[in-house]
């Protein structure tokens, strides 16, 4: 019936129908005037009251949510946009001076004997859509820098034999790997790293890497799979120094 009416109104020759049409469609896209002084203070105006709103519900609900989960109780972390989704057994970490956005996933496996463990440095930004998957254990060193949409996967969640994936069954223990950033790593946007991978200090890894081996330290790495580019030389003389 009223799919019927829609085809009618849109494709109708009859007055009426055009008329109708054209009067809804002006009522859709009707909008108020712009008033240019009125409307950009509204608009900063509301940009203070929501922001307002936002860091009071940072401080007094989400951050003291969110640290309920972790083991320790580290020092001027920073959860914004909401709360990260924690799924699973995880055991949590973080050090000093975080940054994690709320639109990020934290999973832990379900199918472990111990609680997963997710260890975390100091002054360690995770932008917003990171997916964390911990089969056992990922560690992340200090001043790491994961841009937005890196996933870490240190398990699948799937077995390989199709027939045991039929049936719901979880992945196997050989499928799970450990996944280690070191120091002042920076893994820029869109980057996978797979599990059973270390990834040495002061690398950086380029968007849209898959890393499934491991990189040494101090060196620009891209692609699919990820390799070495170049040296950064700046970032071995800091890192000897």
């Excluded at 009618?8 to 896209?29: D, E, H, M, Q, V």
């Excluded at 200090?142 to 890196?150: E, H, P, S, T």
């Excluded at 699948?156 to 790997?177: E, F, N, S, Y």
Aim: proline share 6%; hydrophobic share 40%.
């Amino acid at each position: 019936m009223i799919n019927s009416l829609k085809n009618w109104l849109k494709s109708g020759n009859s007055p009426i129908a055009r008329f109708i049409f054209s009067t809804l469609k002006a009522i859709r896209y009707f909008e108020f005037p712009l008033i240019r002084p009125l409307h950009s203070l509204l608009y900063h105006l509301h940009k203070m009251i929501t922001g307002f709103f936002a860091s009071i519900g940072r401080a007094l609900y989400w951050t003291p949510l969110f640290k309920s989960r972790l083991k320790n109780n580290p020092k001027r972390l920073y959860v914004y946009s909401g709360m990260p989704l924690l799924l699973g057994p995880l055991s949590i970490t973080f050090g000093d001076n975080c940054r994690i956005s709320g639109h990020s996933t934290i999973s832990g496996r379900a199918s472990s004997v111990e609680a997963p463990s997710l260890k975390i440095g100091d002054n360690v930004g995770i932008s917003w859509q990171n997916e964390i998957f911990v089969g056992r254990k990922i560690e992340i060193g200090n001043n790491v820098r994961l841009a937005v949409k890196v996933r870490l996967v240190g398990y699948p969640g799937h077995p390989v034999d199709p027939i045991d994936r039929a049936k719901g069954l979880p992945d196997t223990d050989d499928q799970v790997g450990d996944i280690i950033i070191e120091d002042n790593v920076w893994l820029a946007a869109g980057v996978t790293v797979m599990g059973g991978v270390r990834i040495g200090a002061g690398t950086i890894v380029a968007s849209g890497s898959v890393v499934t081996k491991d990189l040494p330290a101090g060196v620009l790495a891209g692609g699919i799979p990820a390799k070495v580019i170049k040296s950064l030389d700046h970032q071995k003389e800091s890192l000897e120094a």
